[in-house]
């Protein structure tokens, strides 16, 4: 994750007037928590939103810092927006130790088109898009890609099989399923729904006719 600079001040009124007064300024209250730590903040929206309007979006570490020198590592736990103009109203931020492991949830990017779908007309079933990853702040992904293009029917692909960086790890089992190739549906046109009707007729046939056979003897 890439760490972001974001100056911040400390606020010690509170209150819908106070909110008031911090907007006219161009600035919007904010909060860090977290470790112990528990800080009210005035921030300016126009820099979260181009701290957070970068490739990697909201997944960065915030290093919140003041003008005295003090700065915390953060990263955005909640945004709240105006419910009229849709403007940035409060922003949420969680203090983290940046050598201390952290935990998170991250995105399952499927890349390339699977060959059983392709090809063979094969159903793409995804069943987990998202998995948890344990590591360093800094080493961890925004996302985690997986190339299914040489997926064919009846294949999948699981957690166990993901390329992680250096000093990541996957919590949830590496047994879990993120993607299979089911085979194509046949529907009552598919061919072999043909197949099998036209065999049916064709044993279906005799026995009519022997049937309609013995009741032509039994009227003798």
Partial sequence: M????????????????????????????????????????????????????????????????????????????????????????????LQIDIKKPLVKSVPVIFKGVAMGVKIKGGILR????????????????VSVEVNISELDIDQKLTISTISLPEGIKALDSGDTPLVSIAPPKQGPGGKEGDTANAEGAKAAAPAAGAKAAGGEEKKK
Avoid at 27 to 53: C, H, T
Avoid at 129 to 141: Q, V
């Fill in 2 to 93: 890439d760490i972001v600079e974001l100056k911040v001040e400390k606020r010690t009124d509170k209150g819908k007037k106070a909110s008031r007064t911090l907007r006219k300024k161009g600035l919007m209250p904010a909060i860090i928590y977290g470790g112990g730590l528990k800080e009210k903040l005035a921030v300016s929206s126009k820099e979260v939103f181009r701290a957070l309007s970068g490739a990697s979006g909201k997944s960065v570490i915030l290093k919140l810092g003041l003008d005295g020198g003090t700065s915390w590592h953060a990263l955005l736990q909640e945004l709240q927006y105006h419910p009229l103009n849709d403007t940035i109203f409060h922003a949420d931020f």
């Fill in 126 to 141: 995804v069943h987990h898009d998202k998995i948890t990853l344990e590591g360093i702040p800094e080493s961890m992904p």
